[in-house]
């Protein structure tokens, strides 16, 4: 898959609230980076797929210095991993709670259900 196919596919994955997650056919590896080889084998037999849900793998809360507090989560979507922001409620926010994406001001974000 070339590069300008890949991020075209990223884009439109985007656009429909999801986040994109490429697959290798070969070896089943998923990255969510855009790569035109996957890291693990090197084959270029690449599939664009769309997460718009996940499970909390990892968390920090960052609230030294800043105006507001931040929440960072590390979440699984099935088997590769994304960190974004989290805006949902901080009595949810626990590893391993289920939280799905949504888009706010252009960016990417992670609530709770």
């Keep these: 898959m070339m590069l ?6 990223y ?33 270029t037999d690449l599939e664009v797929l769309g997460y718009g849900e996940g499970i909390i793998y990892s968390y920090t809360i960052i609230e030294r210095g800043l105006p507001s ?15 974004a922001n989290y805006i949902g409620d901080m009595d949810a926010l626990k590893i391993g709670a289920r939280v799905k994406v949504v888009r706010k001001d252009g960016s990417v974000y992670f609530t709770n259900y």
Aim: charge should be positive; charged fraction near 30%.
């Design 4 to 9: 300008s196919e890949l991020l075209r596919e």
């Design 11 to 43: 884009e439109k994955i985007y656009e429909n609230g999801q986040i994109p997650v490429t697959r290798c056919r070969s070896c089943g590896y998923k990255f969510h980076m855009p790569r035109t080889k996957c890291p693990r084998c090197g084959s």
């Design 69 to 83: 507090r931040y929440v960072v989560v590390l979440v699984d979507l099935d088997g590769a991993k994304v960190k």
